[in-house]
T-cell receptor, first 116, second 113 residues
Framework: AQTVTQSQPEMSVQEAETVTLSCTYD???????LFWYKQPPSRQMILVIR??????QNATENRFSVNFQKAAKSFSLKISDSQLGDAAMYFC?????????????FGKGTHLIIQP | DTGVSQNPRHKITKRGQNVTFRCDPI?????LYWYRQTLGQGPEFLTY????????KSRLLSDRFSAERPKGSFSTLEIQRTEQGDSAMYLC???????????FGQGTRLTVV
């Protein structure tokens, strides 16, 4: 079974600074997707960024970028120029590719605090 | 609002009662997922539908839980004989196909007293 581990229950960063959230996962699959979701206090999950395992290039979405290390099964999220609106729970998630079962497997989350 | 809609947003029920939640996915989204999220945890996958067909059920989905998606549109999740351990946020998500982004609703928070 796949597992996703987020070892940082809480992280704090000064506004405008950069922060990196860690995520490791375990799978025997070779092709899969990885995601970072944001869950603000209103509790609606929002996709931040996704990465296809077959792509070597790290995904980037504006101030958000990932460091995907397939061999190490590591998938960290870097947030540059942190803003107050970035404060939320961040969840790392895994999904195998192809047909069949494709529910997301989530980590326990990291609570990100932005210090003004 | 064209996002995923869940009703009710909050539900308080007495132990032993039955409850039913509804999820309206984004129009034309074929895939619909149910997740459960307890305090301090990430969401846990419960089940998913491809149109009206329920294709997978997690071992977390005990016999007291049943989900339907008649006509491949909205979905309902019913919990029979609720227990205190059922207290959680129940999240619904939908996607156009397996390879596209899943959009989440705001969830239904269930409290069993």
């Amino acid at each position: 079974a796949q597992t996703v581990t987020q070892s940082q229950p809480e992280m704090s960063v000064q506004e405008a600074e950069t922060v990196t959230l860690s995520c490791t996962y375990d799978t025997s699959e070779s092709d899969y997707y990885l995601f970072w979701y944001k869950q603000p206090p209103s509790r609606q999950m929002i996709l931040v960024i996704r990465q296809e395992a077959y792509k070597q290039q790290n995904a980037t979405e504006n101030r958000f970028s990932v460091n995907f290390q397939k061999a190490a099964k590591s998938f960290s999220l870097k947030i540059s120029d942190s803003q107050l609106g970035d404060a939320a729970m961040y969840f790392c998630a895994y999904r195998r590719s192809g047909g069949g079962a494709d529910g997301l497997t989530f980590g326990k989350g990291t609570h990100l605090i932005i210090q003004p | 609002d064209t996002g995923v809609s869940q009703n009710p947003r909050h539900k308080i029920t007495k132990r032993g009662q039955n409850v039913t939640f509804r999820c309206d996915p984004i129009s034309e989204h074929n895939r619909l997922y149910w997740y459960r999220q307890t305090l301090g945890q990430g969401p846990e996958f419960l089940t998913y539908f491809q149109n009206e067909a329920q294709l997978e059920k997690s071992r977390l989905l005990s016999d007291r839980f049943s989900a339907e998606r008649p006509k491949g549109s909205f979905s309902t999740l019913e919990i029979q004989r609720t227990e205190q351990g059922d207290s959680a946020m129940y999240l619904c998500a939908s996607s156009l196909n397996p390879n596209t982004e899943a959009f989440f609703g705001q969830g239904t928070r269930l409290t069993v007293v």
